[in-house]
């Protein structure tokens, strides 16, 4: 599996075979990234029926909770207009995300890169990168 300190393809398989999973529970096709801890791709899965459109938006969202070590929707409040961080999604490009569906990926405490999930309503991405977490988890548990 991983090395100390960064996600593996491996890895990355794992988190999209959770996330893959669980969409197709929910009957809910999504684009799914993963990044590693510097928010570069490691691997991308579009399922048959995700938005063409959401690509960008999941691998942005992988890349912002990777590079900031934080869920997107932590920046829903706090990029909000009015708000300190208001402006913050236009920096690196336009590639932070400031609404749900990206995730820190953590293992002992370290972050080690990041997943996104887009492709229909925010709770559904949340949904879906929550069980993905889980499910990596369990498998490192197992070994």
């Given at each position: 599996?991983?090395?100390k300190g960064c996600l593996t393809l491996e890895d990355a398989r794992i988190?999209?075979?959770g996330a893959e999973r669980?969409?197709?529970?929910?009957?809910?096709?999504?684009?799914?990234?993963?990044?590693d801890d510097g928010g570069h791709l490691?691997?991308?899965h579009?399922?048959?029926?995700?938005?063409r459109t959401s690509?960008?938006?999941a691998i942005n969202k992988a890349f912002t909770s990777?590079?900031?070590?934080?869920?997107t929707l932590d920046y829903h409040k706090l990029a909000a207009p009015g708000e300190p961080g208001f402006g913050l999604h236009m920096t690196n490009q336009g590639r932070l995300i400031i609404f749900g569906?990206?995730?820190p990926v953590g293992v002992d405490g370290e972050v080690v890169g990041g997943i996104g999930l887009s492709s229909g309503p925010v709770d559904e991405d949340l949904a879906v990168g929550e069980a993905a977490l889980e499910y990596y988890q369990q498998r490192l548990r197992r070994g």
């Open positions: 599996m991983r090395k988190l999209i075979e669980k969409a197709a529970d929910m009957k809910a096709p999504k684009s799914i990234a993963v990044a490691i691997a991308f579009r399922m048959d029926g995700a938005n690509i960008d938006i990777a590079c900031s070590h934080r869920a569906g990206g995730f």
